[in-house]
């Protein structure tokens, strides 16, 4: 079955955390990796994506991500939160060839001042 | 903007009502989609259109019917919704094949009473 799981639903970090939010997911083949970002009221935007090369991807705004392969694993990362991080992130994934993606359910991030 | 303009943004409707949800893209784009977002659960692919065709509908209930007149317009027309059909309706397009994800539009939040 494909599937993408995210672990945390809801993380409250303090401005200057670092942040590392897993997902793993579940696919029978080649696939690509993303995760999204969606603002407050905002609509949802790629922050990164990996389909192939080197493993660690940087996206926007100083994230990045690690594909391990072996853990089926693409955590996104962030070595100092900023408040105007708060937002909903989601992983997905889609399968090499095909063109719909699979989402997971997202975590919701929330950053003090 | 995001190049993919949705219509209505907000949209209130009776059961016994129908109504239609337009989405437009500007992007060139071969490719769209409409996800369901509801709280707690992942997105949800409901349709693909793919140069013009619906090429994938995920087991959708019939009171929802998609039209794709052209490779700029996408439309989901609702009847006789159900209060658990409640959510934001999310459009997004692409170029089949690319190297790129999906770019959503804003969304429409549907409230059915």
């Known amino acids: 079955a494909q599937s993408v799981s995210q672990h945390n639903h809801h993380v409250i970090l303090s401005e200057a955390a670092s942040l590392e939010l897993g997902c793993n997911y579940s696919?029978?083949?080649?696939?690509?990796l993303f995760w999204y970002v969606q603002y407050p009221g905002q609509h949802l935007q790629l922050l990164l994506k990996?389909?192939?090369?080197?493993?660690l991807v940087k996206g926007i705004k100083g994230f990045e991500a690690e594909f391990i392969k072996s853990k089926f694993s693409f955590n996104l990362r962030k070595p100092s939160v900023q408040w105007s991080d708060t937002a909903e992130y989601f992983c997905?994934?889609?399968?090499?060839?095909?063109?719909?993606?699979?989402f997971g359910k997202g975590t919701r991030l929330h950053i003090l001042p | 903007e995001t190049g993919v303009t949705q219509t209505p943004r907000h949209l209130v409707m009776g059961m016994t009502n129908k109504k239609s949800l337009k989405c437009e893209q500007h992007?060139?784009?071969?490719?769209m989609y409409w996800y369901k977002q509801s709280a707690k659960k992942p997105l949800e692919l409901m349709f693909v259109?793919?140069?013009?065709?619906?090429?994938e509908n995920n087991s959708v209930p019939s009171r929802f019917s998609p039209e794709c007149p052209n490779s700029s317009h996408l439309f989901l027309h609702l009847h006789t919704l159900q209060p658990e059909d409640s959510a934001l309706y999310l459009c997004?397009?692409?170029?089949?094949?690319?190297?790129?994800?999906?770019?959503f539009g804003s969304g429409t939040r549907l409230t059915v009473v």
């Open positions: 997004a397009s692409s170029q089949e094949r690319s190297d790129y994800g999906y770019t």
């Open positions: 696919y029978g083949g080649t696939v690509n």
């Open positions: 990996y389909f192939s090369g080197d493993p």
């Open positions: 997905a994934l889609r399968g090499v060839g095909d063109d719909k993606i699979i």
């Open positions: 992007l060139g784009h071969n490719a």
């Open positions: 259109y793919s140069l013009e065709e619906r090429v």
